[in-house]
């Protein structure tokens, strides 16, 4: 027994020293190795024809993230019909038309149960069936999309924490992101269902939607419900073939992201602690030289991968698109 003893004392203490010299080695290392930037997917980047015969719906198509998702999703073969309640969504069907690609713009509030079922009819009419929909259409507070920031008009409207919320702030945005994304989804399940060929869904939630945030309690709420939603719609659907995903993402460069950012500096000028008070940056973003955030096309790559047949294998899932926010 003792020699056996002996011998793996030997080999443990040699594992150890070795393992010793390798940290060294390895800290020494560290102190010399090149940092790098992650670079965004180019805006021209897409897969040839995955999306060949499909058409999808995408609500919030004017600007941002559906904009983005809409051009790429016209790329790759789809035929693309956007709903907002900006007039400007008819511009994102000009530039795609532009490039050879169909499109349709319908102007939907996604609030209004008439309107969206209307938008479902407008896409059927003009391209036979829907496959796909991404619900994007969201607000971060209670004013309208189109209008530009202004503190004192706007004050009553915009993010503040539990106490001091007002009920426009509130009931705006649960109205748009949670009544909206269950009314928009459900128009476009009853087609799906009709149709009778499966398909798939990807909401927008936000990190919002996976853990807190400081100073926006409508926001949060809203977008963990969307969450909720999603799963809850992934169960009832898939018997029919019909996939229900969600994307979470951090800040992503958009007019919405912009109008935060002007927030964020007004209430610090101000002296008021809200939104912006607590973690601020994702892991890429804190560890980017520039601090870059996401792009509308990072986060385009995602949904639409989730949207594609690629991604038979998954539903139900929440996805953090969020450049690793909430790993920290
Ligand atoms: N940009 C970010 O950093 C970020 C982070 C997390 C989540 N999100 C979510 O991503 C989605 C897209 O946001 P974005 O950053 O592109 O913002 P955005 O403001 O640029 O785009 C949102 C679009 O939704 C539309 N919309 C809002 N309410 C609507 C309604 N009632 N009916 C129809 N259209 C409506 C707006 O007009 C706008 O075109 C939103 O759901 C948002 O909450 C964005």
């Known amino acids: 027994m003792k020699p056996i003893l002996n011998q793996s004392l030997f080999i443990s203490i040699l594992l150890l020293t070795q393992l010793g010299n390798m940290q060294k080695l390895m800290a020494q290392e560290k102190a010399g190795f090149k940092k790098n930037n992650i670079t965004a997917i180019d805006s021209n980047y ?37 709903a907002d309640w900006l007039p400007q969504g008819e511009a994102t069907a000009q530039t795609i038309r532009k490039e050879g690609g169909k499109a349709l713009f319908v102007k939907t509030d996604i609030r209004s149960t008439a309107d969206c079922n209307n938008l479902v009819t407008q896409a059927v009419l003009k391209f036979g069936k829907i496959d796909l929909a991404l619900l994007n259409a969201g607000v971060m507070d209670g004013t309208f999309s189109g209008d530009a920031f202004d503190y004192d008009k706007q004050k009553e409207l915009l993010p503040t924490a539990v106490d001091a919320a007002s009920d426009k702030y509130w009931d705006n945005v649960i109205d748009i992101n949670v009544t909206g994304t269950f009314k928009s ?42 969450n909720g939603l999603t ?81 038979s294998n998954l539903t139900g899932a929440l996805y953090p698109t969020d450049g690793g926010w909430t790993a920290y």
């Not at 799906?192 to 709420?221: D, E, M, R």
């Open 46 to 82: 897409f897969s040839k024809d995955r999306l060949k015969g499909r058409v999808i719906i995408i609500t919030g198509g004017a600007r941002g993230i559906g904009r983005a998702t809409a051009i790429r999703a016209s790329r790759e073969g789809a035929s693309v019909v956007i």
């Open 185 to 226: 989804m459900r128009s476009v399940l009853q087609q799906l269902l009709k149709q009778g060929n499966g398909g798939a869904i990807v909401t927008v939630g936000s990190i919002a939607g996976l853990t807190g945030l400081a100073g926006n309690p409508a926001y949060v709420a809203s977008k963990h419900a969307v």
């Open 231 to 311: 799963r809850s719609a992934a169960i009832d659907y898939a018997p029919y073939g019909i996939r229900v995903n969600s994307v979470n993402m951090a800040a992503t460069e958009t007019p919405m992201t912009d109008k935060a950012f002007e927030f964020v500096k007004e209430v610090k000028k101000r002296g008021i602690t809200g939104m912006g008070g607590a973690k601020t940056e994702s892991l890429l973003m804190m560890n980017d030289t520039k601090h870059r955030m996401a792009t509308v096309w990072e986060q385009a790559a995602v949904i639409l991968f989730l949207l594609s047949d690629e991604a």
